[in-house]
C-alpha cells in the first residue's frame, strides 16, 4: 500500500509554480530571506493595511498552512537575518515561495500606485526637484524609513549601510521597481528566480 506524507498532502499546489532549487540544509540563502522581507516592507510603506493584505492574500491563495495567521507571518519575516529580533533557524523553500506569492498577489493590487510613484520619481528627476515635491512619493519613502529604522538591528554591517536617508529612499525606490516587475505577466516566476541569482551552482 502506497503512504502519502501528511507534509506532501498539505503543500499548497500554487506553490508548483514556482521551480524548486537544491540549498543546503540551512535552507533558503541569506540574500533571499533578506530581499522578501524588504519587500514585503515596502508593501507595508506602500499600504497602512498591507500587513492585513498580506493574510487576506495568504487565504486567498490556501496558504494558510504555511503562513499561520499574524504570529506566523512575523516567524517567517523575522528569519531575515537583519532583523532586531531575528528567528535563528532556516527558511526552507516551501516557505519562501509562500511568501513571493503573497507579495506578488499584494502588488498586483498596488499597481497603480506603484505606477504613479514610479512615474513621479521620473518626473521629479527630469526636472531636478526634490522628492518632497510628490506627497504621496514622500509619504512612501518616509514610511518605509521609519519601518526599517524600527525593526532593523542598527549594529548590523547591511543596516548601517543604509544609516541615511538617502541610502533608504534609493533601496526603497529599488524595492518599487522589484514590486512592479512582479505584478506583470510571470512576474512571481521573474522575481522567485532573482532572488537566487548568483546563489545557485
Given amino acids: 500500500m502506497q503512504v ?9 499546489l500554487i ?42 492574500a495568504a487565504k486567498e491563495l490556501e496558504l494558510q498552512s504555511l ?4 504570529v506566523g507571518l512575523w516567524l517567517l519575516r523575522s528569519t531575515n537575518p537583519l ?8 527558511l526552507t523553500l516551501t516557505e519562501a515561495k509562500a511568501m513571493v506569492l503573497v507579495a506578488c498577489h499584494v502588488a ?3 499597481t497603480v500606485l506603484i505606477r504613479q510613484l514610479l512615474l513621479g ?7 531636478q526637484l526634490s ?3 510628490h506627497f504621496r512619493l514622500s509619504d512612501y519613502l ?23 536617508d538617502e541610502k533608504l529612499d534609493e533601496l526603497a525606490l529599488r524595492l518599487l521597481n522589484q514590486l512592479l516587475f512582479c505584478t506583470g505577466a510571470y512576474g512571481a516566476q521573474r522575481l522567485w528566480n532573482s532572488l537566487f541569482d548568483g546563489e545557485i551552482s
Avoid: W
Avoid at 83 to 90: F, G, I, K, M
Avoid at 121 to 127: F, G, I, M, R, T
Avoid at 143 to 158: K, L
Fill in 4 to 12: 502519502h506524507s501528511p507534509l506532501a498532502q498539505s503543500t499548497p
Fill in 15 to 56: 506553490l508548483d509554480n514556482l521551480p524548486d532549487f537544491d540549498l543546503t540544509s540551512d535552507g533558503c540563502p541569506r540574500r533571499t530571506k533578506m530581499q522578501i522581507d524588504l519587500l514585503l516592507l515596502a508593501i507595508e510603506a506602500l499600504d497602512l493595511g498591507g500587513s492585513e493584505a498580506m493574510l487576506t
Fill in 67 to 70: 503562513i499561520k495567521g499574524r
Fill in 83 to 90: 532583523r532586531r529580533y531575528n528567528q535563528r533557524r532556516p
Fill in 108 to 110: 498586483r493590487r498596488l
Fill in 121 to 127: 520619481y521620473q518626473q521629479l528627476s527630469e526636472k
Fill in 131 to 133: 522628492l518632497e515635491h
Fill in 142 to 164: 518616509s514610511r518605509f524609513r521609519t519601518h526599517f529604522r524600527s525593526r532593523m538591528n542598527p549594529r548590523r554591517a547591511g543596516v548601517i549601510a543604509y544609516s541615511t
